[in-house]
């Protein structure tokens, strides 16, 4: 989207620079299951000014007294776990690129989570593009200046805390063969961490375990990549490890209720021309009579499962539990990404580290290309120059 990084990186691209890129990216791990972007994006600053202005008004919702208040709902009964803290230590928002009226690119929300993402992998992302394709110095993924030591030293201290890395791990369940996984391995190359599954940490009383060349070490914080959904219907995985809704001794990065409450059912709360309409599907008044300008989506599925793109009044009719979906306008995203056969969409997750003491930091980005109906790996497998990618700016 700056024309002239742009115009430069395509009149130089060749698809053996993209094999030799994805080598790069790929070296000393395992294979990377999903698909990564022939280019990175290169935002501009009027772009970048309003994704960082957008994220400033919702972290200002989630900074009202009543915050809890207003979500408590949105976190299972069965899966709620004690000992919530005050915020989340990560916040992400994707954002959808689009055009406004006056034909300026726009970013509308699209999705928001309490949860880390891959605040690893897209370190290591942007430094093999900006070596791989000889781009400039100048190009930076970080916010705020920061280089990517001072990167590392940030993201270190939040999810540490006051600890030694051997007490802490990064946990999932079953972690090395998630698809992420590249992202686990990067993150405990730079903080020193264990990457553990679920199944490998034991409960004794209210502590938990794990064991290394023999020794049973405690561990005192859990860097916590578990989506609970994923393991509902596997109770044999919590009778075999510990169950993380019971009391323990152990301090969440970031706790797992924090999942629920900062998600699609955010977005009803928010009032902004950067977030498309959003109404709890039991609140709206009428259906409205342009059903095809707007999507049903149900509030407790992800990677967008269950949505419905085209929806019909027989759709809305046919909902049993309509207090736990929402109908948001469409947002329409522009193909502002120039390849060398037409435009490609963009999406922008923008990710925050939220330290105990202090305020949510805007540090990296990630980014998604398509040129399906939906942004998505899973929606993009037949095309190129889609995928995982990360934007660059100028220092």
Not at 253 to 274: G, Q
Request: charged share 25%; net charge negative; hydrophobic share 40%.
């Amino acid at each position: 989207m700056i024309p002239t990084y742009r115009e430069a990186f395509n009149a130089n691209f060749t698809p053996e620079k993209y094999q030799y890129f994805l080598g790069k990216l790929g070296e000393g791990y395992p294979a990377i299951p999903f698909r990564v972007a022939e280019t990175p994006i290169f935002i501009p600053e009027t772009l970048s000014k309003k994704l960082i202005a957008a994220g400033e008004e919702i972290i200002a919702l989630i900074n009202q007294p009543n915050f809890k208040e207003l979500t408590d709902r949105a976190v299972p009964k069965d899966w709620a776990v004690p000992n919530e803290n005050d915020h989340p230590h990560f916040l992400t928002f994707d954002y959808g690129i689009c055009r406004n009226e006056q034909g300026e690119l726009m970013p509308l929300l699209i999705e928001m989570q309490g949860f880390p993402s891959l605040y690893g992998f897209q370190s290591h992302l942007a430094k093999n593009y900006k070596s791989a394709f000889g781009l400039a110095d100048q190009l930076t993924p970080y916010f705020g200046n920061l280089s990517e030591t001072e990167y590392f030293d940030l993201l270190s201290s939040v999810i540490l805390g006051d600890h030694l890395p051997h007490q802490v791990a990064l946990m999932d369940v079953d972690a090395a063969q998630q698809k992420t996984a590249i992202d686990f391995f990067i993150t405990a190359r730079h903080l020193g961490i264990k990457i553990l599954p679920l199944t490998e940490i034991k409960r004794e009383g209210r502590k938990l375990f794990y064991e290394e060349n023999g020794q049973k070490i405690q561990l005192k914080r859990i860097y916590n990549r578990l989506i609970f959904d994923e393991i509902t219907d596997q109770q044999e995985l919590l009778a075999s490890g510990f169950d993380p809704r019971e009391e323990l001794d152990i301090e969440w990065v970031t706790h797992p209720n924090w999942f629920y409450r900062i998600s699609k059912f955010t977005m009803p709360f928010l009032d902004s021309e950067f977030v498309p309409k959003t109404q709890f599907l039991d609140k709206i008044e009428s259906i409205p009579v342009d059903l095809e300008n707007y999507v049903l989506k149900p509030l407790f599925s992800f990677a967008g499962m269950g949505v419905i793109i085209d929806v019909t009044t027989a759709d809305i009719e046919g909902i049993k539990d309509p207090e736990n979906w929402i109908l948001q306008k469409k947002v329409t995203y522009e193909p502002v990404i120039q390849s060398p056969d037409g435009g490609v969409k963009a999406e922008i997750r923008m990710m925050y580290v939220w330290p105990n003491q202090g305020s949510p930091q805007l540090c990296i980005n990630l980014a998604r290309l398509s040129r399906g109906k939906m942004i998505g790996v899973r929606y993009n497998k037949d095309f190129d120059w889609v995928g995982g990618t990360v934007g660059l700016m100028e220092k």
